[in-house]
Structure formats: C-alpha cells, structure tokens
C-alpha cells in the first residue's frame, strides 16, 4: 500500500464529508493504493456516524473510536501501530490541512529519502496575539533545545515512513514533538515543506490558550526523558552527590569555626548559633533525598508499564 491517511478526530462532523470527499479525489487523480484511518478521539456529535457512512460506502475507510476523550497524542499512537501504508499522512479533520499537499509529501519521502516531512503554514488564517507570537516563541525554544531546523513542529499535516511511525511512542500531548522523538529514535532525515493553511470553516478550535504552557512543560520532559530517562541515577545522583558534597563543606567551615573560637577565648559560642550550621544541615539532607530520588527513579524506570493503554469503544 502506499498511503495510509491518519485522522484524529474531536466532534468534526460538518467538515468529514468534505475531508473524505478531497482525500479520496486526490488519491484516485494520483492513482495510489490507500487507507484512511479516522480516529474519533470520544466525539460528543454525530461524528463516528458520519465515519461508518464512509466504512459502508468503501473498504478502505478505518476508524477507532475511544471510549472517552484522550487527547491528539493516544489517537496517533493508536493509528500508528494500524498503518499499513509505505508512507504515513497524518493531518487535522477542520479542513485547514489541504490533501492537495499529499502527492508532493508522499515524493519527499519516497524519492528524496525524508524520514519525516513536517508542514510549515508560513501564512496562517489564525488570530495573531493569541496563536501566532506564542507559536513562534514556542517554535524557536522547540529548535534551539533540539537542534531540529523546522520553523513548525506542532504542524498537523506531516509525512512519515512507516518504519518511523511506528518506532516512536506518542503519549500525553507528546504530539507536538515528534521531530524530536524521530530524531532521538535514529531518524534522523527531517525536512520541511511549506503547505497552504486554510481558514476554518466550520465549528471552532478544540484548544485552548494552556496548550502553550504545557507545550513548554512537554519540551522540558522531552529533554529530560531523552538525557536521563532511562538513567535517572545520572541526574539525581550527581546533583544530589554535588548538594550533599556542599553541605559536609560548610558543616566542616562550622565546626572549624567553633575550634577557632575555642583557641581564641570563646568556647561558650554554640554552633548552632550559626545560620551556616543549619544551611549546611539542610543542604546535606536534601543532597541525601535527591540520591534517594535517582535510586526510586532507577527502580521505576526498570519496571514501568505500558504507558499507552486507551478504552477503545469501537474499532473496524
């Protein structure tokens, strides 16, 4: 097969039918063999009604329904481990993604020898304050933090190989970064191409301002995972090392302090009298928890279970 379509999916019934219509006149212009899998990520509207009217009218039509709303990052996860195709398309179900971009995504990959394809909208139909400076500030932390040069990570519509997809693991909104993921599981072809945004034309946008803020606290967790996760030892027991370290010097500053004292005449001075005493006390526990913390660390990464699994409702 050579496309398989990925679309997650969250109460978009208007815009399917147009969706699936300009998917499928685009598939056949360009004479490929392909499925679309929808994923209704627990859609409140007549969305997986719409999705089996496509199931009735041809075979090549897939879809997951979950059992309540997840989130973009299980939906693609799910997908991916149901993708047959050589290549991979994952783009939104708002029509603001064109399927027109699909044969040129689909040559990147197969002739120029991408790994991963990731849209860029240079021109966007959003609202400036609230969409267009944070994804810029956010887009230039996500390149500087992974050395990835794509002007949009968080674009819905990219190309992948199979291979790619499903080698990496999309959870919690980990979506946004999945160059990154690409990059630290061995793939390290990444390009870019700039495609059309279109303006919405039906219903409104499913996310809010807060995904900025989480989008920041995601890059952070990526670049932990990717440099400490699976030796959390290395992080916490070095900084817990240094703390504790710190801590013993200046308990030993102290008490230096006190036989200083005591050869000069005062020996009634207690220690404790000190700030340095309990600043050091302090240090010296906290560098012993933070060791505790890397040896938990160790203990749970050696024996997590599986992150990804998700009430799926419904499934053809």
């Not at 719409?50 to 939906?75: H, L």
């Not at 020898?113 to 240079?122: M, Q, T």
């Amino acid at each position: 097969m050579d496309i398989s379509v990925v679309i997650p999916l969250y109460n978009e019934e208007e815009s399917l039918p147009e969706l699936y219509a300009w998917i499928r006149r685009v598939m056949e212009e360009n004479r490929f063999s392909y499925e679309i899998i929808f994923v209704d990520d627990g859609s409140t509207d007549r969305s997986w009604e719409v999705i089996t009217r496509f199931r009735e009218q041809s075979d090549r039509v897939k879809a997951i329904k979950f059992q309540r709303n997840y989130g973009k990052s299980p939906a693609l996860h799910c997908a991916f481990r149901k993708v047959k195709g050589d290549v991979v398309i994952t783009m939104d179900a708002d029509l603001q993604d064109s399927p027109n971009e699909i044969p040129e995504l689909y040559r990147m990959i197969k002739e120029e020898n991408y790994d991963l394809v990731s849209g860029w909208k240079r021109k966007r139909y959003d609202a400036k304050l609230t969409k267009n400076l944070p994804s810029k500030l956010f887009n230039a932390t996500a390149r500087r933090v992974s050395g990835i040069k794509l002007h949009d990570f968080n674009c819905g519509l990219k190309a992948y190989k199979r291979s790619l997809a499903q080698s990496i693991e999309v959870y919690n909104d980990m979506h946004r970064y999945i160059p990154i993921l690409a990059k630290d599981a061995g793939f390290k072809r990444i390009g870019e191409k700039e495609v059309h945004h279109q303006a919405r034309k039906y219903g409104k946008s499913k996310f809010g301002a807060n995904r900025f803020v989480n989008g920041y606290l995601d890059l952070l967790t990526i670049w932990f995972l990717n440099k400490f996760g699976k030796k959390p030892m290395h992080f916490f027991g070095l900084l817990g090392s240094i703390v504790f370290i710190l801590g013993f010097v200046a308990a030993i500053v102290v008490g230096a302090t006190k036989l200083y004292d005591m050869h000069v005449g005062n020996p009634y001075r207690l220690v404790t009298e000190s700030p340095y005493f309990f600043i050091s006390l302090t240090m010296m526990i906290l560098g012993t928890l933070l060791f505790l913390t890397g040896f938990l660390g160790e203990l749970i990464s050696r024996n997590s279970p599986d992150r990804n699994n998700y009430r799926i409702e419904e499934e053809f």
